[in-house]
């Protein structure tokens, strides 16, 4: 039987291929089937191996295009068109990667404004495989106003920075996952060296394994099939005379947390009673709910008044006058299919407005379950329940295909795990260079600013996670954005993707395309104790350290200070040159000072002339809470 001509998904109409490198370009056919390639003015033919695989490399293009890539062999032609010859990069992640642009600051402006047509994205269908797979599922897509929506926020705002600096068509190929490891996007290979995940991969390797997909895959259909069913909207829960006398209390907004609601998925439905005065009666409303975690329909007196599918969309629904009285219900019904679910949002965005007054809505709600996964035993198969599966479907069938470097983010899934990430993430930077062959450019975003701020200094699971990218820095042609300055407390997707794009473009116009610009912000290099006073140097400051408020006097915020007994306070700090000074009269012998050290360093000031922000860093090496 002969086989069809076919190459992976990737090669297709409006693809952007790697300027100035060789251009791999592969396939299936049949056995000794003699395969011709054609793009532009260059042609290579080849004939298929024993098991029908083929393969060619073209010679370095330089930007441009148009063109056309022709594949035939005996019996079939393939051909596609509007390739463009640029810059391909790889974004990939976790949730702040996925993050789309219709969900970013100003994003109905922004998507209005998408209209870049030398800008593609291709984005990667979301699979897992316990052996790697040779190819994966998507499309490219021009950028335009019809199309950039979906694009990856973070992916479209690198490549929109890098396009108006380099004016060359960018290419960039979003493959990420949210709420996943970082164990998952590593190979095997690399993975087994870590003695910690023997057993899984042997698991994974087993026929054992194959039974025990079946048995999720079971349970998953018989989980997926309840939720369909569920009793809430078939008995009406939605209605004021629903009896709530049995239902429990849940505080709103937060994330589902307590014994019942924490690790499971399925659907729960969420009531709240308020009162409004009679002089608010008559009028249009505006309800706001602000994030949901997953898919809500919403109900406000058995009158449903809007629904929403996806976890990163803002919830405002309009309020018909005639739906109000005095005393009302509101009635949500909350879908929940992976990972934390909940209204979770700010609590001064979960509110009913009418005619400019604000009614609060942020109380002890109270909650019913209707379907749970803990009721059919269903634990997800998930990314994250075994070590490579989302490399093996998501990353390997990518492999050898021309690129410039990789944009990462991610890492709020391993903070508990932080001082592992310090071996984990270099080797898994390391996995994908040697599997490309090459020492490419791999920027990542450090973790923002996240959760309440703190009363007091005290250890922290995410400051240590970002100490374990900074650390990772010393790998060359490597990079990072800070952005504990645009962080939000309660939402751990912020909303300002744009900046991150522009701090990831300004480290790859340094580390990947060689420009004179500061890529990053200050980094510390020692310190020296005089008297009461410790003595900070840092590199990478271009013209001088400032502040980004720029206060007159050059204060500093920020640092702590400890002495010998390891106990951190608040210290003073000022700029003298290109050195800060920190201080404090409850520390009269200091030994070490931290700067940034906590989950929301919301207010750290310290930037180089180029206004970017130094990392939060540690001068001890004392034990950390991860160090386990």
Same mark, same amino acid.
């Given at each position: 039987?002969?086989?069809?001509?076919? =190459?992976?998904?990737?090669?297709?109409?409006?693809?952007?291929?790697?300027?100035?490198?060789?251009?791999?370009?592969?396939?299936? *056919?049949?056995?000794?089937?003699?395969?011709?390639?054609?793009?532009?003015?260059?042609?290579?033919?080849?004939?298929?191996?024993?098991?029908?695989?083929?393969? =060619?490399?073209?010679?370095?293009?330089?930007?441009?295009?148009?063109?056309?890539?022709?594949?035939?062999?005996?019996?079939?032609?393939?051909?596609?068109?509007?390739?463009?010859?640029?810059?391909?990069?790889?974004?990939?992640?976790?949730?702040?990667?996925?993050?789309?642009?219709?969900?970013?600051?100003?994003?109905?402006?922004?998507?209005? *404004?998408?209209?870049?047509?030398?800008?593609?994205?291709?984005?990667?269908?979301?699979?897992?495989?316990?052996?790697?797979?040779?190819?994966?599922?998507?499309?490219?897509?021009?950028?335009?106003?019809?199309?950039?929506?979906?694009?990856?926020?973070?992916?479209?705002?690198?490549?929109?920075?890098?396009?108006?600096?380099?004016?060359?068509?960018?290419?960039?190929?979003?493959?990420?996952?949210?709420?996943?490891?970082?164990?998952?996007?590593?190979?095997?290979?690399?993975?087994?060296?870590?003695?910690?995940?023997?057993?899984?991969?042997?698991?994974?390797?087993?026929?054992?394994?194959?039974?025990?997909?079946?048995?999720?895959?079971?349970?998953?259909?018989?989980?997926?099939?309840?939720?369909?069913?569920?009793?809430?909207?078939?008995?009406?829960?939605?209605?004021?005379?629903?009896?709530?006398?049995?239902?429990?209390?849940?505080?709103?907004?937060?994330?589902?947390?307590?014994?019942?609601?924490?690790?499971?998925?399925?659907?729960?439905?969420?009531?709240?009673?308020?009162?409004?005065?009679?002089?608010?009666?008559?009028?249009?409303?505006?309800?706001?709910?602000?994030?949901?975690?997953?898919?809500?329909?919403?109900?406000?007196?058995?009158?449903?008044?809007?629904?929403?599918?996806?976890?990163?969309?803002?919830?405002?629904?309009?309020?018909?006058?005639?739906?109000?009285?005095?005393?009302?219900?509101?009635?949500?019904?909350?879908?929940?299919?992976?990972?934390?679910?909940?209204?979770?949002?700010?609590?001064?965005?979960?509110?009913?407005?009418?005619?400019?007054?604000?009614?609060?809505?942020?109380?002890?709600?109270?909650?019913?379950?209707?379907?749970?996964?803990?009721?059919?035993?269903?634990?997800?198969?998930?990314?994250?329940?075994?070590?490579?599966?989302?490399?093996?479907?998501?990353?390997?069938?990518?492999?050898?295909?021309?690129?410039?470097?990789?944009?990462?983010?991610?890492?709020?899934?391993?903070?508990?795990?932080?001082?592992?990430?310090?071996?984990?993430?270099?080797?898994?930077?390391?996995?994908?260079?040697?599997?490309?062959?090459?020492?490419?450019?791999?920027?990542?975003?450090?973790?923002?600013?996240?959760?309440?701020?703190?009363?007091?200094?005290?250890?922290?699971?995410?400051?240590?996670?970002?100490?374990?990218?900074?650390?990772?820095?010393?790998?060359?042609?490597?990079?990072?954005?800070?952005?504990?300055?645009?962080?939000?407390?309660?939402?751990?997707?912020?909303?300002?993707?744009?900046?991150?794009?522009?701090?990831?473009?300004?480290?790859?116009?340094?580390?990947?395309?060689?420009?004179?610009?500061?890529?990053?912000?200050?980094?510390?290099?020692?310190?020296?104790?005089?008297?009461?006073?410790?003595?900070?140097?840092?590199?990478?400051?271009?013209?001088?350290?400032?502040?980004?408020?720029?206060?007159?006097?050059?204060? =500093?915020?920020?640092?702590?200070?400890?002495?010998?007994?390891?106990?951190?306070?608040?210290?003073?700090?000022?700029?003298?040159?290109?050195?800060?000074?920190?201080?404090?009269?409850?520390?009269?012998?200091?030994?070490? =000072?931290?700067?940034?050290?906590?989950?929301?360093?919301?207010?750290?000031?310290?930037?180089?002339?180029?206004?970017?922000? *130094?990392?939060?860093?540690?001068?001890?090496?004392?034990?950390?809470?991860?160090?386990?």
């Amino acid at each position: 039987m002969m086989a069809q001509l076919s =190459v992976p998904s990737f090669f297709s109409d409006h693809m952007v291929l790697q300027r100035e490198k060789p251009i791999n370009i592969w396939g299936t *056919a049949s056995a000794g089937e003699r395969i011709s390639v054609t793009l532009g003015n260059a042609q290579k033919s080849t004939r298929t191996d024993k098991n029908g695989k083929w393969s =060619v490399s073209l010679p370095p293009m330089q930007a441009g295009g148009p063109y056309t890539l022709n594949m035939k062999s005996p019996k079939q032609t393939l051909s596609f068109t509007d390739i463009l010859i640029g810059e391909v990069w790889i974004c990939s992640g976790q949730s702040n990667m996925e993050f789309r642009l219709r969900s970013a600051n100003h994003a109905t402006e922004e998507v209005a *404004a998408a209209n870049y047509p030398q800008i593609r994205s291709f984005n990667v269908i979301q699979e897992m495989g316990h052996t790697p797979k040779a190819d994966l599922k998507g499309k490219w897509e021009v950028c335009s106003p019809a199309s950039a929506s979906d694009f990856s926020a973070v992916g479209y705002f690198f490549a929109r920075e890098l396009y108006q600096k380099l004016n060359i068509p960018i290419g960039f190929i979003n493959s990420s996952w949210g709420g996943t490891d970082i164990e998952t996007w590593m190979s095997m290979e690399v993975i087994e060296h870590f003695p910690k995940y023997e057993k899984s991969l042997a698991r994974m390797r087993s026929s054992e394994f194959e039974e025990y997909i079946k048995h999720s895959d079971k349970v998953k259909k018989e989980f997926e099939q309840a939720i369909i069913n569920e009793p809430g909207e078939k008995e009406k829960w939605y209605l004021e005379n629903t009896s709530t006398e049995n239902w429990k209390e849940h505080i709103v907004p937060s994330l589902w947390s307590n014994e019942e609601l924490s690790g499971i998925d399925g659907v729960v439905w969420f009531t709240y009673q308020f009162s409004i005065p009679a002089n608010c009666l008559g009028q249009d409303a505006e309800l706001s709910l602000g994030t949901i975690d997953d898919d809500d329909i919403t109900w406000i007196n058995g009158h449903e008044v809007g629904r929403t599918i996806g976890y990163d969309l803002k919830r405002l629904y309009k309020i018909p006058a005639e739906v109000l009285k005095e005393q009302n219900t509101i009635t949500i019904k909350i879908s929940d299919y992976r990972g934390g679910g909940g209204l979770y949002g700010p609590k001064d965005e979960v509110y009913l407005k009418v005619n400019n007054r604000i009614f609060p809505l942020c109380d002890n709600w109270k909650y019913k379950v209707a379907v749970s996964s803990a009721q059919y035993d269903y634990v997800e198969y998930g990314p994250n329940a075994f070590p490579s599966l989302l490399f093996n479907a998501m990353i390997h069938p990518l492999v050898g295909l021309g690129m410039k470097g990789v944009i990462w983010y991610q890492g709020e899934n391993n903070a508990g795990r932080a001082y592992q990430y310090r071996t984990l993430f270099p080797a898994m930077i390391n996995d994908w260079r040697q599997q490309w062959g090459y020492e490419f450019p791999f920027l990542w975003v450090q973790l923002a600013n996240f959760m309440a701020v703190e009363d007091q200094p005290k250890d922290s699971d995410w400051a240590e996670l970002r100490e374990a990218q900074n650390m990772t820095l010393s790998l060359p042609k490597t990079g990072q954005a800070v952005i504990t300055d645009i962080g939000e407390a309660f939402d751990i997707h912020p909303k300002n993707k744009q900046e991150v794009g522009k701090r990831l473009a300004k480290a790859a116009l340094q580390v990947a395309y060689g420009q004179p610009v500061l890529g990053e912000g200050p980094v510390y290099k020692s310190m020296k104790v005089e008297g009461e006073k410790v003595i900070l140097t840092f590199g990478n400051v271009g013209d001088g350290l400032t502040t980004s408020d720029r206060n007159r006097y050059g204060y =500093v915020n920020g640092f702590s200070i400890a002495g010998a007994d390891r106990k951190f306070v608040w210290a003073k700090a000022y700029i003298d040159g290109n050195k800060v000074v920190v201080f404090s009269e409850k520390v009269p012998n200091p030994v070490a =000072v931290r700067y940034g050290w906590s989950n929301n360093p919301y207010d750290d000031n310290l930037v180089n002339s180029a206004g970017l922000l *130094a990392s939060p860093f540690r001068t001890d090496q004392w034990k950390g809470i991860t160090e386990k």
